[in-house]
């Protein structure tokens, strides 16, 4: 079944968009979680129990589990966010050529979708557009400051970057599993590149604490009501004074997120 | 000291530019690996130890080693590696932004130098291009067929995207610790790149059995002497067929690869 049919039935079963980033920053984590032999994955396990029910997909990005014990803790947190129903998108930005991108889309046995970098171009992300099962998230507007060095530059078609690649990546659309990552720092970008590929369903980050910005994510990044509202840190570190009570703190945060995120829509 | 400073030194003590990808592919190992824990290890152990008297540096790439077993296998290739005094460049290609990106350069404490995506622009990139003695080199164009699709496209100041990408990775080499990424596939790429950024050595991968772009390779690809002509598959599995003499064929690999780019330095 085709991951955005999928994270259709999840939005509609729990009600919720919000994608929810599992990003264990090891210095951050609770003190008393050190004592586990996969610390990363004790924090993961007990933020999947308090916020599943508001999860319409668990966000794990790649960069806090690049070790032996990390890639365990990853193993760990895939296989029991799947147990609790709710589908992986890898935050991994990946793309490579020919037989090493086969290598990285191997994580598409384990993970239901992930986001990679158009860079390196289409047969960069062959492998994973191939993948019919499988989402695959291509960067086009990131919320960063230097998102701008190159993804605004403007063509000699008179269009920026960013465009060109939502253009592409619609072309490369053939099996129905492209979404695009898109900022949400300029709800007028948001808006117009949702005009100019109506289909493709968005996963937005960079949602901070300006209402404007939710409601614009929600607006315009849902496509036919599918579509991704990221929050990591403001939801997994929510408690993070709280000691051992740290989980229902997320808990509330996810809660309050989607409460936030449904009056658009 | 400066990456590129070392690695001037290893060029001279082996007298070669070779760069040897250690992409140890499950599936092409020899059989007799398998019965060792870390089969990936055992192979690259053994490469390390037939071709590092030819090797400017080694350059695992990430996509190989992404799992608990892969991980463990990479930091003792690396660990290995530095034990015979080469240096490591890990190809990951990574970019993300802010706090994620900090978890990614964290790998620098292991590796000598890394490969990033200039796509998400400087802050996405900035804890490497701080460590001051790391090499950083940034896909600029790439060989692959798709390196078309977004590389290429002509900017409204008439230059293609590549070529800007260039002009912002000289911009951001402010520790003097900045290479790019060029593919061999057209000389005229990598020569019209030389002249604009005389000072950024390029790592170079992507070549084949044509004399042509070895020359090219080396003759536009040193930058002072110092740059990186890479080959993977052609050393490492150049005794594919040869069962457990497999080593000594990677061995002859390498070191008609150093002679044949030598009658060009």
């Not at 990005?61 to 947190?77: I, K, Q, R, S």
């Not at 229902?248 to 996810?254: L, M, N, Q």
């Amino acid at each position: 079944m085709n991951f955005f049919d999928r994270l259709h039935d999840r939005i509609r079963t729990v009600d919720s968009v919000v994608s929810i980033g599992l990003d264990p920053d090891l210095d951050r984590i609770p003190d008393h979680l050190h004592e586990y032999d996969l610390p990363r994955w004790a924090f993961n396990r007990r933020i999947i129990d308090a916020t599943h029910e508001h999860a319409a997909v668990f966000k794990p990005n790649a960069a806090f589990y690049e070790d032996p014990d990390g890639w365990a803790a990853l193993e760990e947190t895939v296989a029991y966010a799947h147990g609790k129903g709710v589908p992986v998108l890898l935050d991994a930005k990946r793309a490579d050529i020919g037989n090493t991108t086969r290598q990285y889309a191997r994580i598409l046995e384990t993970v239901d979708a992930i986001t990679v970098n158009p860079y390196m171009g289409r047969d960069s992300l062959q492998p994973f557009l191939a993948d019919e099962e499988a989402g695959v998230f291509v960067l086009c507007r990131t919320s960063n400051p230097g998102g701008e060095d190159l993804q605004d530059l403007e063509l000699e078609t008179g269009e920026p970057v960013y465009e060109r690649v939502a253009a592409l990546a619609d072309l490369w659309n053939e099996n129905d599993n492209v979404g695009l990552v898109v900022g949400a720092t300029k709800p007028e970008e948001l808006e117009d590149l949702r005009e100019q590929v109506p289909d493709l369903p968005f996963l937005v980050p960079g949602i901070g604490a300006q209402g404007g910005d939710a409601e614009a994510a929600v607006e315009y990044g849902l496509a036919d009501g599918v579509g991704l509202v990221n929050s990591s840190r403001g939801i997994i570190f929510a408690g993070e004074d709280r000691g051992e009570e740290f989980a229902k703190a997320s808990e509330r945060a996810a809660k309050r997120l989607k409460k936030r995120l449904n009056r658009y829509r």
